[in-house]
């Protein structure tokens, strides 16, 4: 059949309104099929790689998915979570969506959560939204930085989703939003509460973001922007000066030039410097994963203290506390408007 019909059997959106969260995905399991599959499909996406897939796919499919599986699958058996058996960045993408969930209740408003790579897959999470009587669906991509390798892939699957359906629902989007306040606000929180339990004074709060090639950026992606409006309002939030809160980039992939100051040889260089006491924030992920536990929390650390360091502390992402909430309510309430009541 060329087209499915997906129908409201279990109606349980009064509304007709459903919210899809939307995060990166993340491996089944850390062995070496279940990292390859997913680093097969990730790396396969011609968002996250532009280079002809005539040129990529032989790399890829060779060298590539021969050894990084290896590499990463040992990286994700560090941060695994125990319980449940599955990795961070999906425990914290359910419990976000479930969080979520109870906020909307009340207005017979429907929630899922889907991975743009992986599962539950974004268009599993569609046809659920439309079994439970869902009409009208907000896409909302978990990013706070738009980038086309993040936001934009989450919107071509959801739309890819719509393709297959004899009955589409209509569809929003919410865009970005690097300096909302309540996003400055819930950073600048957390930043003061952790900063405040330390057992240290930090010299240097760093803020990492994930990168991206640097030619993806002078090709017009707006992520480096965006990146440098979140640091330019939370040092305005936090009231300090540029230079004791640093902007960099983490997690360079393959040989290319990617966005600068690269994360790890800025904080090594620092011990050098009399600095040995540094705090990290990472406030391009809303949810911890491998890139912020393991690359941050382990390699970082690590290095850190070879180069000299004597004081380290990681700040953990937004996950599902409060205050990451309420900025995913009022950022969905403001876009659901005319939609609801
Ligand atoms: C060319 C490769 C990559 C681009 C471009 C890229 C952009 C990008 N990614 C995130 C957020 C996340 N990335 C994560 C993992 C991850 N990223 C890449 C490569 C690119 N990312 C790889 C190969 C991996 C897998 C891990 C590894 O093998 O190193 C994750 C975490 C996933 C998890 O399971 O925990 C996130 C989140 C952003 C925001 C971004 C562009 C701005
Ligand atoms: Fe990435
Ligand atoms: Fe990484």
Redesign the pocket.
Known sequence: MRFLTVRATEPTAPSGVGILLT?????EGTGYRA?RR??SE??SDRR??EASPALWQPILQGPVLAL?PR??GA??RRIWHADGDE???RTHTRAQARALAARFAPDGVAVEWGMRYGTPAVATAIAALLRRGCTRILHFPL?P?Y?A??TATANDQAFRALMRLRNQPAIRTVPSFPDHPLYIDALAGSVRARLAALPFAPQRIVAS?????RD?VQRGDS?AEECTRTLAALHRALDLPEEMMPLTYQ?R??PARWLEPYTAPLVTALPAQGITRVAVIMP??L?D???TLD?IGHELRDAFAAAGGTDFALIPCLNATDPAIDLLETLARQELSGWLG
């Open positions: 995060n990166l995905g993340t491996p990292v997913y680093l990730f790396l996250i790689i990084r590499r990463s990286a994700y990795s961070p960045l990013y930085q980038s390798t993040t973001f994930h990168g991206l090639p993806y992520y997690s992939f393959g391009g992920f949810a994963c491998i890139e690359e």
